[in-house]
């Protein structure tokens, strides 16, 4: 059974940094599109970034581009985003997603109804 469960969120001043776990457990972590996605209440859940092939492949939205790094640990199946240069409108829940293996990665990374596991996300508040 695939379960995946983050940590790392937290509140923090704009400029600030946090950097997002989550750590995944029955699946081959490195055959598996990874994906963290952020959603404010009554809200859809919108794609952040993505990563497949042990990292080698990685997405992002283009407004965290330059900010925001995805990396895998593979030894520790786990998938980290790393958050710099937090602004205000990056306050939001915050969940990663994996998926059967069977993906069209490239054509399908930043579709959150592509994803078929989810954690239960974890809270990051950017205020000053």
């Known amino acids: 059974q695939v379960q995946l469960v983050e940590s790392g969120g937290g509140s923090v001043q704009p400029g600030g940094s946090l950097r997002l776990s989550c750590a995944a457990s029955?699946?081959?972590?490195?055959?598996?599109?990874m994906g963290w996605f952020r959603q404010a209440p009554g809200e859809e859940r919108e794609f952040v970034a993505a990563?497949?092939?042990?990292?080698?492949?990685?997405y992002y939205v283009d407004s965290v581009k330059g900010r925001f790094t995805i990396s895998e640990d593979n030894a520790k199946n786990t998938v980290y985003l790393q958050m710099n240069s937090l602004k205000p409108e990056n306050t939001d829940v915050y969940y990663c997603?994996?998926?059967?293996?069977?993906?069209?990665?490239?054509?399908?990374?930043?579709?959150?109804?592509?994803?078929?596991?989810w954690g239960r996300g974890t809270q990051v508040t950017v205020s000053s």
């Open positions: 029955g699946l081959s972590f490195s055959m598996y599109s």
């Open positions: 990563t497949r092939w042990g990292g080698y492949t990685t």
């Open positions: 997603a994996t998926d059967h293996g069977d993906m069209d990665f490239g054509s399908y990374y930043s579709q959150a109804a592509e994803y078929n596991y």
